[in-house]
């Protein structure tokens, strides 16, 4: 496989079924073909049974580099509210056992009442190389839980996640300016000083 000028292979192969997701890595990861798992030959779901976002992502890139033998990206992250000690954090996805309406819904109904509402979406990425070496990176992006939903862009938690760093919800954000600061974004930009 011939490497392009970033050291990093042609080809990725990112392990997530989350279209949302892997358009935002397609953002940052910019000079890589990036190909879903479904597209590389990888069949069914990977069981997310880590404790941590690193352990997750390690689990699903490991799963796909066993089958497929090729340079795999993998990313968990989640919401991590500090009211909650850091709910729904690795249970994000599933908080609610419904969709990201329902999680958005049973997290003001978490909250309510709650004033103190400091939160961060936090990512760890792994990358399996061609040897079968696992690097990892970290991003973090801070802020707080709105009151209520504000903005239609992103998905998940946006709407009611206020960035620190950009002064609005990532629900009101650009594409662009939500890359520029999220902690997928800080997440890949670690990993690819590693690489």
Do not use: W
Not at 22 to 32: H, S
């Amino acid at each position: 496989m011939f490497m392009n000028t970033n050291g990093l292979p042609e080809k990725i192969v990112v392990a997530s079924g989350n279209a949302h997701k892997i358009e935002e890595i397609k953002q940052i990861f910019k000079g890589v073909k990036l190909v879903t798992m479904k597209e590389a030959g990888f069949e069914g779901d990977v069981e997310e049974n880590g404790k941590t976002f690193k352990e997750n992502a390690y689990i699903k890139a490991k799963a796909v580099y066993d089958k497929l033998k090729c340079p795999v990206l993998a990313d968990d992250s989640g919401l991590c509210v500090d009211a909650l000690d850091g709910a729904p954090g690795v249970y994000s996805a599933r908080f609610s056992g419904g969709g990201s309406a329902e999680n958005r819904a049973l997290l003001l109904k978490r909250l309510d009442g709650v004033s103190h509402r400091n939160a961060r979406f936090a990512c760890s990425v792994c990358y399996i190389g061609l040897d079968g070496r696992a690097v990892f990176g970290e991003g973090y992006t801070e802020g707080r839980i709105l009151f209520e939903e504000i903005g239609e862009r992103g998905f998940g938690y946006d709407s009611l996640f206020f960035s620190s760093d950009l002064g609005k919800s990532f629900g009101e954000a650009t594409e662009q300016e939500k890359n520029s600061v999220s902690h997928r974004f800080r997440a890949l930009s670690d990993l690819r000083s590693k690489l």
